[in-house]
């Protein structure tokens, strides 16, 4: 986001001073930098057009949180190979054997 940090705590806890959301407020910015000359060099204006929004709360779900699984099985998507298939070579990288390309 394009808004200070002290620019978004202040519109948080001055809600009682602003217009009812949904309203427009107008960021006007630039980028400042230094070249490896060490000259100072600065960006023209550039105003950014944020419209303010109602909040939208997210009720929790009752559900029960997703437990990670770790029965997790590699295939190279033609068939029905797992990770037991596969076999390793020097560099580590799997290879099922299947579809091996030709040299020319």
Do not use: C, K
């Not at 630039?30 to 204006?45: F, L, P, W, Y």
């Amino acid at each position: 986001m394009a808004v200070p940090p002290e620019i978004t705590e202040w519109l948080a806890f001055h809600r009682q001073s602003l217009p009812e959301p949904p309203f427009q407020m107008t960021l006007v910015t630039t980028a400042m930098g230094v070249t490896t000359a060490g000259d100072e060099i600065a960006t023209n204006a550039l105003p950014y057009l944020l419209v303010v929004q109602e909040d939208r709360v997210i009720e929790p779900s009752s559900g029960t949180p997703s437990q990670p699984t770790s029965d997790v099985q590699a295939g190279d998507g033609a068939g029905d190979t797992t990770s037991s298939d596969a076999v390793s070579d020097e560099s580590g990288v799997a290879d099922s054997g299947q579809g091996d390309a030709e040299t020319m």
